[in-house]
Structures are given as C-alpha cells and as structure tokens.
C-alpha cells in the first residue's frame, strides 16, 4: 500500500479555471506537509507547506490539511498554462528515526490550456 | 542566495564501474538528503545527514551506494558496480533543520548506466 497517493491525473483544466489536486496519506503521525511543482526536466520546487489543520493561502494557491481524514489537497485559482507541470505532494513523517525523510506522492500532472 | 549546486548535471557511466555525485547545499543549512527519481517511479529518499549526527542510511537499495558529508557541508554520493538499474535522476536537498524542515531541492544529477 502506497503511503502517500495523489489523484490519478493527467488533469486538464481551462484558462482561468481552478485546478484541485488531492492527496492522502496512511501515516497517521505525519507532521508537515509540502507540494512541489516540477516541470519536465527539472528539479521539485516549492510552493507550500501546511503543518495546521485548515486552509493556508499564497497568492493563487491555497493548501488544505485535515489531519483528521488524512487529507491535504492544493487549489491553483486563476489556472495558468504556465501551471502546467507535474505536482508531488509530500509528507514528512512524525518525529523519532524517520524525520526529515519526505515521502513523496506518484505526482499529478497537470495540463492548463489556453 | 545561491541554492542548491550539484555536479555533474548529467553522467554517462559503463556498467560496473564507480561514480561519484558531488552536493553542495544552501549555505547554513545543516540538513542534507539525496533522493532518487527513475522514470515512472516517485521521489524516493536514499540518505539524511543532520549536523554532526550519523547519517540515516535507510534508504539506500544496496551496499554499493554510500554516500559521505565533509565538514558539515558538501556531500559525495557514490555508486560502487554501477548496474543498468541505477539510472536515474538523483536529486539533493538542503535544509535549515528545524521543526518544520522545508527542503530545497538542487538541479539533479541524471545518470544514465549503459
């Protein structure tokens, strides 16, 4: 069983529309929470992390965690074509040998058409 | 400031022989990892330095890899007998090390074994 898993993709959505990008994770302890963007041939970037249950906005993106179902999801508002890119969602797990060693999700790829 | 530097960007090796990956991470930041990433699988973590602290090694596949920090600052990873099976993308990131560790990825080294 995979412990992080993201909604199966490719996702395409219009210009302008908001893209919604999912993930679940098994490791109940969990205790941040991260998603990258990665363009083809490129290294993971960061766009937001999340440790509070609730919502946490930057500019066109907004994270959402909720611990309790063990979900945490980003939506990009305002979708660009330069969204396009695959999204990884990562957990860093609870604290003791495994912290800092991020789990990565399968990744999202995400297409914004014009 | 500068990010994460690494070296080669790319690395074409014969099988069974050995290559080294070089990291130089964000300066200040006392947390290193060397993740993987193969075509068609996730992120997957090798190894953690913190600070002075032995390495956590859990991740690596198998005793030909290993991976060392000098002086608390640049890593060296290193495949022993490389096999067809370790191309990949390897990617370093850094971090301050702190509660909530976000990490910086570097450009990635893609090593492709023939």
């Known amino acids: 069983q995979k412990e992080v898993e993201q909604n199966s993709g490719p996702l395409s959505v219009p210009e302008g529309a908001i893209a919604s990008l999912n993930c679940t994770y098994s490791?109940?302890?969990?205790?941040?929470f991260f998603w990258y963007r990665q363009y083809s041939g490129k290294s993971p970037e960061l766009i937001m992390f999340?440790?509070?249950?609730g919502d946490k906005e930057d500019g066109r993106f907004t994270a959402q965690l909720n611990k309790a179902s063990q979900y945490v999801s980003l939506l990009i508002r305002d979708s660009q074509p330069s969204d396009s890119a695959t999204y990884l969602c990562a957990v860093n797990p609870g604290g003791g040998t495994s912290y800092g060693k991020l789990t990565f999700g399968q990744g999202t790829i995400l297409t914004v058409h014009p | 400031g500068a990010g994460v530097s690494q070296s080669p960007s790319n690395k074409v090796t014969e099988k069974g022989k050995d290559v080294e990956l070089r990291c130089d991470p964000i300066?200040?930041?006392?947390?290193l990892y060397w993740y993987r990433q193969s075509l068609g699988q996730g992120l997957e973590f090798l190894i953690y330095f913190q600070g002075n602290s032995a390495p956590d090694k859990s991740g690596l596949p198998s005793d030909r890899f290993s991976a060392e920090r000098t002086g608390g600052s640049v890593s060296t990873l290193t495949i022993q007998r490389t096999q067809q099976e370790d191309s990949a993308v390897y990617l370093c990131?850094?971090?301050?090390?702190?509660?909530?560790?976000?990490?910086?990825f570097g450009p990635g080294t893609r090593l492709t074994v023939l």
């Open positions: 990131a850094s971090s301050l090390g702190l509660a909530v560790d976000t990490q910086y």
């Open positions: 490791d109940r302890g969990s205790q941040s």
């Open positions: 999340i440790y509070s249950n």
């Open positions: 300066s200040g930041h006392t947390a």
